[in-house]
């Protein structure tokens, strides 16, 4: 009865793309349009095996980039979708300021799709969402970083905790800062009250996007210190 009322649904209102709001055909995963799906300039070796930049030459191993080989970096490895550009840029565009909460769903889908070779989502204890100030909460009204990884969370029956880690302190927009800035205006902003809850526990932290990976190494800092046994990062872009 359901699937010849969701068959009748479609037939009359064909569902669109939460995109570009086209007409869908075939969509795989379901809300976003197969033409929205293979525009998007996905992230692949060769790429730092620790944060996951991509490297230009596109030829060659995986290897350690200069930053990782100069600054400490304190989670295992980042990685994430594709480019913040085009369409995945509209698509967090449209998840957090537009409120299309029903994006979450085929955008989480594509994180644990197109990493299921590379991630092994089963090894981790917790999903961590990167956490938003309280003030940046009331005013969007939810975590987009929280949406995001329920679908995961779900697949896998691996429990989200996003009430421990804490964002204490409202920082200034970290937009035009320098890599070096950011490192700054990110010390000190979260806190993780319950640390015992995390030793010896592997942490996946999900967010939209990987910009200078200031804000989740910061988060993966505050976590090693409560000595987790392994802090990885997944993100769906990365602004490089
Ligand atoms: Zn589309
Ligand atoms: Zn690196």
Not at 91 to 104: E, P, Q, S, V
Not at 124 to 135: A, E, G, M, R, T
């Amino acid at each position: 009865m359901v699937q010849f009322f969701n068959a009748f649904l479609d037939f009359f209102f064909p569902p669109r793309c939460l995109i570009c709001e086209k007409d869908i055909i075939n969509a795989q995963p379901q809300g976003i349009c197969e033409p929205c799906l293979s525009s998007i300039r996905y992230i692949s070796s060769p790429i730092c095996f620790k944060c996951g930049i991509p490297f230009n030459s596109g030829i060659g191993r995986d290897h350690l980039c200069g930053t990782c080989l100069t600054s400490r970096v304190y989670f295992t490895k980042a990685r994430a979708v594709g480019f913040y550009e085009g369409v995945l840029q509209e698509a967090i565009h449209r998840l957090k300021y537009n409120r299309k909460t029903l994006l979450a769903k085929p955008l989480g889908a594509l994180m644990m799709g197109y990493h299921l070779g590379s991630i092994d989502f089963k090894s981790y204890d917790f999903l961590i969402p990167v956490p938003l100030h309280f003030k940046r909460l009331r005013e969007r009204g939810f975590n987009q970083a929280l949406f995001l990884a329920r679908y995961i969370g779900k697949r896998y029956g691996i429990p989200i905790d996003y009430m421990s880690l804490k964002r204490i302190k409202w920082e200034s927009p970290q937009i035009n800062l320098s890599k070096e800035e950011r490192e700054r205006n990110v010390k000190g902003v979260f806190s993780l009250p319950n640390e015992s809850r995390f030793r010896d526990k592997s942490i996946l932290l999900i967010d939209d996007v990987y910009t200078s990976g200031a804000t989740v190494n910061e988060c993966s800092r505050v976590l090693t210190k409560a000595e987790t046994s392994r802090v990885d990062v997944l993100t769906l872009c990365r602004a490089v």
